[in-house]
């Protein structure tokens, strides 16, 4: 039986999928050739890439607005950079709720002047930071909508003049916001959308062509645009399976649906981690993730005993980032809520063992 599994990236991925993704390294459209040996200016492949590329938009509501969705190498670690060299003129704000923007700021720096408009750091990055000012002469804001590793997600986004850039690689597609208010967005494909491989771009064309600095043709936006995601060979493998993650959301209803399901799941969770005397929750209440939900025992000693127990009731990937600890439940969009009820089945027997 497969494992119920929370892990937070590389993460679950819809069992459809799986096959049909196994199915086409064997043998693409029935046309005995694998998906992996073909070339990717084929007909065949580019209309992947093109579908997936055209799906993106559809689910976000993008289409016909003014923006272009790429599928970049190097994750959402070279988008850090990326990002700051076509945009960064001479000064970008940035919030800071975790490592993940932290380590956007430490890239983002080597461009120019940096302004840290807020930052969760003070107490473990355990809340989002509110009600701070965006100065008006900023290149463009950027931040991160959802804290993977500490399970905090900025509930609302601010209003603010410059282009707003956001990292969305743990929460995109998951819920929905209004996306025409964000000019550039980027994901690693691995925790919403696909394998490891592949980086979700999607930017508003009329933010580019302002900086000064040349740019190198890998990490220019805007040849990548011109060249369809098709500048270098593009990781034909992960683009194939995040298509056919997108067609799946899609004719399950797209985000609107998945948001419920979602919000389901998360308050099943959160529910039994504050009704449950043995367990606490380690982020303030209305910052909590719908995708990754953090929390830790209240007392230590039974951890080897509820780690028995879930490993047995074939869970995985339920340990805490190295630098939280406790315990770590990631349920992206492809998790049943079964798989959150098998959780909530042995939080509540360790309660009747202890
Ligand atoms: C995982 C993650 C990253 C890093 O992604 P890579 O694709 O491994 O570079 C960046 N930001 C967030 C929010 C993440 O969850």
Redesign the pocket.
């Known amino acids: 039986m497969k494992k119920h599994n929370f892990s937070?990236?590389p993460c679950i991925l819809p069992e459809e999928v799986l096959q049909r993704a196994s199915e086409a390294v064997i043998n693409f459209n029935d046309d005995n050739l694998s998906l992996i040996e073909i070339s990717h200016r084929s007909k065949p492949f580019v209309d992947v890439i093109e579908k997936a590329r055209a799906l993106a938009l559809e689910l976000l509501g993008l289409e016909n607005k003014g923006y272009e969705a790429l599928f970049l190498h190097?994750?959402?670690?070279?988008?850090?950079l990326m990002t700051a060299y076509n945009l960064l003129n001479k000064k970008a704000a940035y919030l800071n709720t975790?490592?993940?923007?932290s380590?956007?700021i430490k890239e983002a720096s080597l461009f120019g002047e940096l302004i840290e408009v807020a930052s969760s750091k003070d107490k473990n990055f355990n809340y989002i930071p509110k009600n701070f000012d965006i100065p008006n002469d900023v290149d463009y804001f950027h931040c991160?909508?959802?804290?993977?590793?500490y399970g905090t997600q900025m509930k609302s986004f601010p209003e603010t003049s410059a282009p707003l850039i956001c990292?969305?690689?743990?929460?995109i597609f998951s819920r929905q916001l209004d996306f025409s208010k964000f000019d550039l967005i980027y994901?690693?494909?691995?925790?919403n959308m696909g394998p490891?491989g592949a980086?979700l771009v999607v930017v508003k064309k009329d933010i580019l062509g302002k900086v000064e600095r040349s740019i190198p043709s890998m990490l220019n936006y805007q040849i990548h645009i011109e060249k369809d995601s098709m500048f270098n060979t593009p990781s034909v493998f992960a683009v194939y399976v995040s298509m056919l993650t997108l067609q799946w959301l899609k004719d399950l209803g797209g985000i609107s649906f998945i948001e419920k399901v979602n919000e389901k799941k998360s308050t099943l969770l959160y529910s039994e981690i504050d009704r449950n005397p043995l367990f606490k929750g380690v982020v303030s209440k209305e910052d909590r993730s719908h995708m990754n939900a953090t929390f830790t025992l209240e007392n230590d000693s039974l951890a080897k005993k509820f780690d028995t127990l879930w490993q047995e009731a074939n869970i995985n990937g339920l340990h805490g980032h190295r630098s939280v600890g406790g315990y770590r439940a990631s349920m992206y969009n492809a998790l049943p809520l079964y798989s959150v009820q098998a959780l909530v089945d042995v939080m509540q027997e360790l309660e009747r063992q202890a």
Request: hydrophobic share 30%; no cysteine.
């Open positions: 937070a990236g190097g994750g959402a670690s070279t988008q850090f975790g490592t993940w923007s380590k956007a991160t909508s959802n804290n993977t590793i990292d969305m690689s743990s929460d994901a690693g494909a691995q925790k490891a980086t």
